[in-house]
């Protein structure tokens, strides 16, 4: 990486030690929240929060979903005001009334959805609203890439200033907000979520961004639900609930189930509470030659009352496959058979009447319909079931909504509460509700737990093991190995389109699927 950047913080204070790999200095306070409160209608969001942020430091805020994460870091970089409470800044008493004047202080937010413009250039986007000007008025567009180019350098960025912001990777993009932080002089940076999309070489890629970002003086305000990446970043921590301040620890007092345990308010004593099944039923869903666009032919069995695991690196094909097998892509060969029967799936909707579900990796825009309630977003594939004479019964599908909101501990005010405003946690339940009215004979999970917290993470994994227990034959894809390792029986593994090998029992270990996810070694799939 290169040097650290060049930044504007009063009273910067040098001389620097290691303490457990963090860089530790001569820290100031440079922002303080005191006793934050903020309501929406009925819902006390934030209630007596506090929070000190300072210069040269990585400081993570956890908490469920819901807990006021998002509030907290909005009302910080200007997007909401507190109801009450105090904001310091260097001291002194201030009141942030728009985001634009939070990034005149220094405070930027980059959210977990890049807010990216795909037509313009990267220092188009790096300047959005704030472009220098010319004499008469023109955008300097010289000016502009000049800038840029000296950040991305910072950055050790691989790309041109003059590059279109669309043609990039995600973890690229990523890099282009950074950089738009940094041409606003930032000294707080706020990153929700950072590493949701990104691969291992690319998340690592960012960690060193980020920590030489801190070691030139800028304050990381950095939220995550993953322990791993908390413990390697951060040298404070503070802990949301419920929207209260639960407490605040150092990176020497950061053990996972003492957080876990602040989080949710109380232990969870094993994680993913699983005992691999020794014994399997027959094979619900069998699949040959099966192939399409990047995914070679591939054979494989998913068996009733089991969890099947499928990994690879991003890019393997795994996402690609599942699509293929429920008909949402055209495949190009291959056979597939449901309970011993041939059929013939050429979209989604033939997979939904076979009894097979598929809840996708992006919730939000492949999955749930945002504006619209939990009931329309739980019964939409089982309206068929609930009409008389081409009436719908909406006391039936009432009944059957808040019955599966009781059932799946979602937080919803009722069966006509508005999917969108729901956390992360409660927005993946419903739409795994939405597959559990079908009743399905497999169900095909992709990224489950994705952006979602601790709490909903143990809830999702006991409904999988309940469905796997009911019969159900679960195909579960994900990029967090310890979550593979954790719930599955067994776990398939994919590299570069083709399917290269299988692990059950003692060898589903994270080296025996890395092993041939990376070719390092690769044996055939057992038939």
């Known amino acids: 990486m290169p040097a650290p950047l060049a930044h504007k913080t009063a009273g910067h204070k040098a001389g620097r030690q290691r303490d457990s790999g963090l860089v530790m200095t001569d820290k100031q306070v440079i922002f303080e929240m005191r006793g934050i409160n903020k309501r929406f209608g009925a819902t006390h969001a934030l209630r007596d929060v506090k929070l000190t942020v300072r210069s040269h430091e990585i400081h993570a805020v956890m908490g469920e979903n819901g807990a006021g994460k998002s509030t907290l870091m909005k009302i910080l970089s200007g997007v909401y005001t507190p109801d009450s409470g105090e904001v310091l800044l260097d001291g002194k008493l201030i009141k942030i009334d728009n985001p634009a004047q939070a990034r005149e202080l220094g405070i930027n937010l980059i959210y977990q959805e890049l807010s990216i413009a795909p037509h313009m250039t990267v220092a188009q986007n790096a300047f959005m609203g704030s472009e220098p000007r010319r004499a008469l ?29 669309g043609s990039l990777s995600i973890a690229e993009q990523q890099q282009v907000e950074i950089a738009r932080a940094l041409v606003h002089d930032s000294r707080i940076l706020i990153m929700d979520e950072p590493t949701a999309a990104l691969s291992d070489r690319e998340t690592e890629q960012l960690f060193r961004i980020i920590e030489t970002l801190r070691d030139s003086g800028i304050a990381i305000l950095y939220i995550s639900h993953r322990m791993p990446e908390v413990h390697r970043l951060a040298s404070r921590v503070t802990v949301l609930r419920d929207g209260a301040y639960v407490g605040e620890l150092t990176h020497d007092e950061l053990d996972p189930k003492r957080v876990v345990q602040m989080m949710v308010g109380r232990p969870l004593d094993d994680f993913y509470q699983h005992t691999r099944r020794t014994s399997r039923g027959a094979a619900r869903l069998r699949v040959e030659q099966l192939g399409g666009g990047k995914v070679k032919p591939a054979s494989f069995n998913l068996h009733a009352g089991e969890v099947t695991g499928l990994a690879g690196l991003v890019g393997a094909g795994r996402t690609e496959l599942a699509r293929l097998v ?168 994919m590299r570069e389109g083709e399917l290269t090998g299988e692990v059950s029992g003692d060898q589903i270990t994270q080296e025996d699927i890395m092993a041939m996810a990376t070719h390092i070694e690769a044996e055939p799939v057992p038939q």
């Open 326 to 493: 429920f008909g949402a892509d055209r495949k190009t060969s291959g056979k597939i058979w449901l309970d011993g029967e041939p059929v013939e799936i050429r979209q989604p909707g033939d997979a939904i009447r076979l009894g097979i579900g598929y809840l996708p990796e992006d919730r939000k825009h492949l999955g749930l319909f945002l504006k619209l309630s939990a009931l329309e977003n739980t019964s939409m594939n089982v309206l068929n079931l609930h009409a008389h004479a081409g009436v719908l019964d909406h006391a039936a599908l009432h009944a059957l909504t808040q019955a599966t909101i009781k059932r799946l501990n979602v937080r919803v005010s009722g069966p006509n509460g508005i999917v969108g405003g729901l956390s992360g946690g409660n927005q993946q339940k419903i739409l795994l509700a939405r597959w559990l009215e079908i009743k399905p004979k497999v169900l095909i999970l992709d990224e489950p737990t994705r952006g979602v917290d601790v709490g909903a993470k143990s809830e999702i994994y006991k409904i999988v093991h309940q469905l796997a227990d009911d019969g159900v034959a679960v195909l579960c894809i994900s990029s967090e190995l310890p979550e593979l390792i954790g719930i599955c029986d067994r776990v398939l593994v």
């Open 137 to 165: 008025g023109m955008v300097d567009q010289r000016e502009m890439n000049r800038r840029t180019t000296e950040v991305l350098r910072n950055l050790g960025a691989r790309f041109a200033a003059t590059a279109l912001a």
